[in-house]
């Protein structure tokens, strides 16, 4: 069983940055797809991006697309989230999740039913 901690969440002005980490702890990190979500107070939770197993393969939402990027790190059982030129309508709770993945299919969801283990959350308020 894999256990997930979110990291690198504050407030931060329109237009600024910030780097979010999601540590996982359990076995074989690697055979994991792992994804972030996000879910602003009264709205259902939404895939922002989503890594595969290897890294080799990535996904994002059109709505952070250019501005967000996702990256591991299997030797560190981390994943990164990178964002860049925030708004404020990327104010939510954000989450990572991991899909276990055996089979090292191609590709990643941004689904939450897909994901199987989930982190308790680190807020990100983006406003002047």
């Known amino acids: 069983q894999l256990q997930l901690v979110e990291s690198g969440g504050g407030l931060v002005q329109p237009g600024g940055s910030l780097r979010l980490s999601c540590a996982a702890s359990?076995?074989?990190?690697?055979?994991?797809?792992i994804g972030w979500f996000r879910q602003a107070p009264g709205k259902e939770r939404e895939g922002v991006s989503c890594i595969s197993r290897s890294g080799d393969s990535t996904n994002h939402a059109d709505s952070v697309k250019g501005r967000f990027t996702i990256s591991r790190d299997n030797a560190k059982n981390t994943v990164y989230l990178q964002m860049n030129s925030l708004k404020p309508e990327d104010t939510s709770i954000y989450y990572c999740?991991?899909?276990?993945?055996?089979?090292?299919?191609?590709?990643?969801?941004?689904?939450?039913?897909?994901?199987?283990?989930w982190g308790q959350g680190t807020q990100v308020t983006v406003s002047s």
């Open positions: 999740a991991a899909d276990i993945d055996l089979f090292s299919r191609p590709g990643c969801v941004t689904v939450p039913n897909a994901y199987d283990y």
């Open positions: 359990g076995p074989r990190f690697d055979y994991y797809d």
